[in-house]
């Protein structure tokens, strides 16, 4: 059963047990998980990746229904859901569990997807699709920060903060928490310190590594690497600029090998390339077949994993990848 993300919350959920949550707008998706399924449990929340589960599947399911059978109050997470744990959530299905909820977490799901298919037709399940947010969405959540907290704040220093957070409205949030805290000895907040504030300077950089490791510029690669000093959510957000960029080069080699076009192609594109942008995106894609795309991004998912289950080799990790890409 399809629902909207709103409409969560005004549907009882006596007999919904399962919950498939997916699409690239991870920064929302985290906000409804922890709104409408978090903040109702105070304890017996567990979090899994699918990987751990198909490794051990029978511990898992047998976890599932020792739960059911002995415990209140239970929600199970499953982060980075494939179609790969499709047989596995059919079995738990069919099994009576009343007392656990079981949340999937995907990325973008194909129409043809065998677990998307199977809730979308399913009354007694829930999928949500989640959209990439557009500027007029992260600009209301801006509003309604700056309004509840009593800052004001320009239109330009707005547009500067949605766009240094690139569309991901987790950034955008420590952004904004980052102003109220400096808020609260000012009245008064200026561009030039909100500019300074925001490291928009980093953002630049980081940006700039991922257009020129994507251009297979190797020894600019590593100079701007070695200048830059990157934290483990630096880290993070230089692999969602990557993911970001190699969408939508893409969704652009797609279109291309239908319309034979390149400039059609670009076009096409929503949110629209800026035209500042549009020849580093004509340059990167000269570079990269749509099997070298496809197979960047599954790396990049890959190394998300890897660095955010061993934060103290994340630089290693990381950069390990970025000279592997621009070679």
Known sequence: MIVKSGELSKI???????????????????????????????????????????LDRNNFEENI???????????????????????????LSETKIDNCKIVLKSSILEKKSKLRNYFEKSKNKIIIPFYEDNYQSLFSIVQK?????????????????????????????KELEKIYSFSLNKKNISFPEIKKLTNVTLNSDINELADTCLLKDLKKT??????????????????????????????????FNEVK??????????????????????RQF????????????????NLEYKIKKNSNISDLLLQDYIFKAAS
């Open 12 to 54: 009882p959920d006596e007999k919904i047990n399962f919950y498939l949550l997916y699409g690239i707008n991870t920064g929302f998706i985290e906000e409804v998980i922890e709104k409408n399924f978090i903040s109702n449990f105070s304890k017996n929340i567990f979090n899994y990746n699918e990987k751990e589960i198909l």
């Open 145 to 173: 920060y700056l309004k509840k907290n009593n800052i004001k704040l320009s239109t330009e220093i707005i547009n500067l903060v949605i766009e240094k957070t690139k569309g991901d409205r987790i950034f955008l949030k």
């Open 65 to 91: 229904l020792n739960f059911s059978l002995f415990d209140n109050d239970k929600l199970i997470i499953v982060n980075r859901a494939t179609d790969k744990i499709f047989d596995i959530i059919e079995k």
């Open 222 to 255: 590593q100079k701007i690497l070695n200048e830059m000093i990157l934290s483990n959510e630096d880290n993070i957000k230089l692999l969602k600029t990557f993911l970001l960029k190699l969408k939508k080069l893409k969704v652009i080699s797609k279109k």
């Open 261 to 282: 076009n390149l400039e059609n192609a670009i076009s096409s594109i929503k949110p629209p390339i800026f035209w500042k942008e549009k020849d580093m995106v004509i």
């Open 286 to 301: 000269k570079k990269l077949s749509l099997n070298d795309i496809s197979l960047l991004i599954k790396e990049i998912n």
